[in-house]
């Protein structure tokens, strides 16, 4: 009789919803994913709805060839329900490129949660009295620097909005690719 020493774990359905064609926000539970296709656009609506005390794991993994003529400073942001709050975000980033290892803080309108064409992988926490994005990102298609591996920390410092709608992603040039979202709590 074969005997194992390993203890199996039941296994956790990972159920997949396509918010490609949404248009209205849909409430992922814990261990659900989100996959969103799109193609040639700067802004993708995410429509998944965020509660109080949520976290996420979201990827762009992008299908650009990119180039050498991009902005080297071309940001992609998530904007919280679906819009820019002036100068309420407050990151610190550190990044490395072909040239240079350095880092940069400051204000930004959004989550900055990557750069010109960036394969990313974020994870977001909504909780009242903390919100915060950290990200890893690679930059490719950018005259200088690149390739490039920059990570970032993001918080949200106005506790009094409600953060209800995951939101926006906003690319600085047409963009296809796809958004996989998974509700982690």
């Keep these: ?13 990972l159920t997949l919803i396509d918010l490609s064609s ?7 539970q814990p261990s659900y994913n989100a996959i969103i296709n ?13 509660p109080n005390n949520s976290y996420y794991e979201l990827h ?11 902005a080297s400073d071309a940001r992609v942001y998530l904007y919280p329900n679906n819009q820019a709050y002036t100068n309420a975000f407050h ?7 072909s040239n240079v290892f350095s880092n940069s803080s400051g204000n930004a309108p959004g989550f900055r949660i990557a750069q010109t064409f960036s394969a990313a992988t974020a994870w ?9 994005v950290r990200t ?4 490719y298609g950018t005259s200088t620097g690149w390739p490039a591996l920059v990570t970032t920390s993001i918080d949200w410092r106005d506790i009094t909005t409600p953060w209800t709608s995951l939101g ?18």
């Design 60 to 70: 762009i993994i992008p299908s650009n060839t990119g180039g050498i003529d991009i």
């Design 91 to 97: 990151l610190t980033q550190i990044w490395r490129n």
């Design 136 to 139: 890893i990102f690679n930059v």
């Design 22 to 28: 949404a248009t209205e926000d849909y409430l992922l």
């Design 1 to 13: 009789m074969f005997t194992s020493r390993y203890t199996l774990l039941p296994v956790i359905n």
């Design 168 to 185: 926006t992603i906003v690319f600085p040039q047409n963009t296809s690719g796809t958004i996989i979202v998974r509700r982690l709590m």
């Design 124 to 132: 977001v926490i909504n909780h009242t009295q903390y919100r915060n």
């Design 38 to 50: 799109f193609t040639n656009t700067t802004t993708v609506p995410l429509h998944i709805a965020t």
